[in-house]
């Protein structure tokens, strides 16, 4: 710690900071006037600048004096900062400025409000202070504490009012600070330097008080020193100041400890996403030398008003000075450091950011306005505009037949699926979040979910990392390789403290984006901590004495391959997925891709395959639209069109799509500032389709369509209208959205014959299989009077009145007979036990009749399994 020298006579208050000894220094605030505002203006009274002069230095400089320090460059330096505060104070409260807007915008850009410590905090954009003095970037960045500390300097003289009190501390904080770093670029030069740093946050630690001064009584003279903590290092005196004492005894005076909130937050790295496609539309990927490595994350200590300024999951820019800690004080999680352990310290350290400002992307009404913000569009933030990519939204706006593009431009690399790409397109795209109209308000979620479901090698897990890689903030994880801890939050025990921190997960980092999934079903233990998120759209957690809830309003897009390697479809989805039906009907869109023998397909297929392994794409490829022809239902006959969904989105010859980069920009723009409605024409086709739905869905063995199903319409044609950048959905874009849930639907339903059987909607095909067949034998026993049915008119009832699959008819009857509603009676005789008939005879023989035994060699002689009735 810097010493300065001290002045004046003996005195009961001491100020420590001063290291000559028998020295003594009395508050520099009290009974001092007030220093003139201009007292720099005037070049011919020097020695009323140096009276005045260093009450507001020693304030700002505790421990520096202004005689030995306060060189003319900094006397200007301060001086124009203040002309700056004052003409920037004056034409913000100009009425023709307000007019005009640009006096609001000022006062974004220059706000000063007052903190919870009693300290006036100015929020600065350093794109509007950099040309104030010359070469404020790198004072900025070399010597950030002394340049702060002069900007506060002439923040104090510009803003303080006679009526205030001269202990009013300003305290500033720059945001936009042009020095942007990579968490790679973290090293031991750059220590002690003032940088910008971009991340998501990962861990919150528990907000904690840390003592910025305190005053300290002598045990023998009793004389008050007062001690000021800098970088959170606890440094009592050593001996007394007073050279009559010098003594070495000291009492702290907590009671009038001045302390301040404190907070660690962790930071992880955003891996850049901005590369350019190569020619076949892949992606060129990261840095080869970053590929397979962890997320580089970063310490960043907050204090007083930066606290309690994000949660895990949050996109943060931080600004401040990068230091070092020993791993020593590392470990005992913040507070005071230091004292104890000199001489026996760990020489390893450890880099971290001391907060100057943080500046959350989520937060929609920040502190400071970021559309002038260049360098942040530079770092490749989605959420966040420059004038070049507004310019680039409105020319994606107005090209012809936006909806094929962007379809195609999606995952270009994969040949066909359109619809499939649709449905992805539009969960990008996403709906609008709105709130019920009760008194708590709660949210009703506006991202949709979709699962796609198939045999392998048909590029599901391709779809979803180009969907991850489109998206303004998307995560992709692997189903095999994810914990539930891993999708939710995980809880944390810091290894000095003792605290318990929440660190996010998959779905949390996904917050207001989208949530990648592969391998969907790999994961069967962590569905459950799926059902929150998906519906609800939040974390809940309790655990650790920690009962929190957190964000996680993101879209689940999942790919699966069923039990087996290939799809049965003489099974649901349920069935083939082993997943629960409470879990599937979350996923508002679910398709299933089958790789069926086609010979015109597979021509087409392979004929693109080949010509992303040449150096130019063929030309020669031909243009069938036949390739994604599929069976159409009829779900809803009234809907007419003169060309449907498919067929327009058949990718043409000459067809060039939109680069990643531009269409995560686009996506971003859209999600950000389109808020569509429905048109009266739109919400008729969406409420017809509906009803239309319920008619069908009427069988008591169906899962029935409920309001879900209507929101699902709903949220998809919201995203079809925000993929043009419209406020209304039209009529057309319902018309789009009912063929996608259309084709969604006819996936799940169709059977292995090709119908469409709505009971295939329910969970599990056996066990209803079993109920009606044992259900349509009970009336018939009850209704003719007998319980005995031979093996032909079971088959007969199984298969031409139930429109079972016959193939399987003996093992369902072997298991309807060792489940006991059969018993049989001869080789092609069985009795059904739930028929009146049937049990009767057993209530007799229970009452008092008698049963005849089995004969001795009956387990021997009869197959396991088989019942006969003697």
Request: aromatic content about 8%; hydrophobic content about 30%; overall charge neutral.
């Amino acid at each position: 710690m810097s010493r300065g020298r001290g002045r004046g006579g003996p005195r009961r208050t001491i100020d420590d900071d001063d290291d000559n000894e028998g020295s003594f220094s009395s508050n520099p605030f009290v009974n001092r006037p007030r220093p003139s505002t201009n007292s720099y203006n005037n070049d011919d009274n020097d020695d009323e600048q140096n009276h005045d002069f260093p009450s507001y230095w020693n304030f700002y400089f505790p421990g520096e004096s202004y005689f030995d320090t306060c060189t003319e460059e900094a006397k200007e330096f301060i001086n124009n900062f203040e002309l700056f505060f004052k003409e920037m104070s004056s034409d913000a409260n100009d009425s023709t400025l307000n007019d005009t807007n640009i006096g609001e915008n000022k006062k974004k850009l220059l706000q000063c409000t007052m903190g919870d410590a009693g300290e006036k905090l100015l929020h600065l954009d350093y794109n509007l202070i950099k040309n104030v003095v010359p070469n404020l970037s790198e004072e900025l960045y070399s010597k950030p504490n002394g340049t702060i500390s002069r900007i506060e300097v002439a923040a104090h003289k510009a803003f303080s009012t006679p009526q205030e009190n001269d202990l009013i501390k300003h305290t500033v904080r720059i945001y936009n600070f042009d020095r942007i770093m990579a968490l790679k670029n973290f090293k031991s030069p750059q220590i002690g330097k003032f940088v910008c740093v971009k991340g998501t946050v990962v861990r919150v630690s528990n907000i904690k008080q840390v003592a910025t001064q305190m005053s300290f009584e002598c045990q023998k003279c009793h004389a008050i020193m007062k001690r000021h903590f800098v970088e959170n290092t606890f440094n009592p005196p050593i001996r007394c100041k007073n050279k009559n004492c010098k003594s070495k005894k000291f009492e702290p005076n907590r009671y009038n400890a001045v302390t301040a909130d404190w907070q660690r937050i962790r930071i992880q790295e955003i891996i850049e996403k901005d590369v350019a496609p190569s020619r076949n539309g892949e992606f060129a990927g990261d840095d080869p030398y970053e590929a397979g490595r962890m997320p580089r994350t970063v310490d960043c200590e907050i204090s007083k008003d930066l606290v309690e300024s994000c949660v895990p999951g949050d996109q943060v820019t931080v600004c401040g000075v990068i230091k070092v800690i020993s791993t020593d004080q590392n470990a005992e999680g913040g507070g005071f450091r230091g004292g104890n352990s000199r001489g026996k310290s760990n020489c390893m350290y450890l880099l971290y950011l001391e907060g100057n400002s943080v500046s959350n992307s989520k937060n929609n009404s920040d502190k400071m306005s970021k559309k002038n913000n260049s360098s942040s569009s530079a770092m490749g933030d989605p959420t966040e505009f420059s004038l070049n990519d507004l310019f680039l939204v409105k020319e994606i706006a107005a090209q012809d037949n936006l909806f094929h593009l962007i379809v195609n431009s999606v995952c270009p690399a994969i040949y066909g699926h359109e619809v499939v790409k649709a449905g992805l397109a539009l969960s990008l795209f996403g709906g609008v979040q709105r709130y019920t109209n009760t008194k708590h308000k709660l949210p009703v979620r506006g991202d949709p979910h979709l699962l796609i479901v198939g045999d392998p090698g048909l590029g599901k897990s391709q779809l979803l990392t180009a969907v991850s890689h489109v998206a303004p903030r998307g995560v992709y994880v692997c189903g095999n390789t994810t914990t539930t801890s891993g999708l939710t939050v995980t809880v944390v025990k810091d290894q000095g403290s003792g605290d318990f921190s929440l660190e996010a997960g998959a779905l949390v980092l996904a917050d207001q984006g989208c949530c990648c999934i592969d391998e969907f079903d790999k994961m069967r233990s962590e569905h459950q901590a799926l059902l929150e998120a998906m519906e609800q759209q939040s974390i809940s957690i309790a655990k650790a004495g920690i009962v929190c809830n957190l964000p996680a309003r993101c879209s689940v897009m999942a790919a699966a391959n069923p039990v087996g390697g290939h799809y049965n479809r003489a099974k649901t989805v349920s069935e083939n997925l082993k997943i629960s039906p409470a879990l599937l009907s979350r996923f508002d869109l679910i398709f299933i891709l089958l790789d069926s023998p086609d010979e015109l397909r597979d021509e087409l297929l392979s004929n693109h395959v080949m010509s992303l392994h040449v150096k130019t794409q063929n030309k020669t490829q031909r243009k069938d639209p036949s390739f994604t022809q599929m069976p159409q239902t009829q779900l809803m006959s009234s809907v007419d069109k003169k060309k449907s969904l498919k067929e327009r989105l058949v990718k043409e010859k000459s067809f060039e799509h939109l680069p990643a980069m531009f269409l995560r920009k686009y996506i971003a723009y859209a999600r950000k500032y389109c808020h569509p409605k429905l048109s009266d024409e739109a919400k008729d086709v969406l409420q017809r389709f509906y009803m239309s739905l319920r008619e069908k869905h009427q069988s008591s063995d169906s899962t029935p369509i409920t309001t879900r199903q209507l929101e699902s319409l709903v949220r998809l044609a919201q995203g079809r209208a925000k993929l043009e950048l419209r406020e209304v959905v039209t009529i057309q874009d319902a018309f789009d959205v009912v063929e996608i849930m259309q084709e969604s639907m006819y996936d799940i339903l169709t059977d292995e014959f090709g119908q469409v059987d709505f009971r295939r909607n329910a969970g599990s095909t056996k066990g209803r299989d079993v109920n009606r067949f044992i259900d349509d034998l009970t009336r018939r026993g009850n209704h003719e009077g007998r319980s005995t049915f031979s093996k032909a008119e079971l088959f007969h009832i199984y298969k031409n009145e139930l429109h079972m699959d016959g193939t399987h008819f003996e093992k369902f009857i072997e298991k309807l007979n060792f489940d006991g509603y059969f018993i049989k009676t001869s080789p092609n005789g069985y009795k059904l036990t739930t028929c009146v008939e049937a049990t009767t005879p057993s209530r007799g023989r229970a009452s008092g009749g008698s049963m005849r035994s089995l004969p001795e060699n009956h387990h021997s002689s009869v197959p396991p399994g088989t019942f006969y009735d003697y």
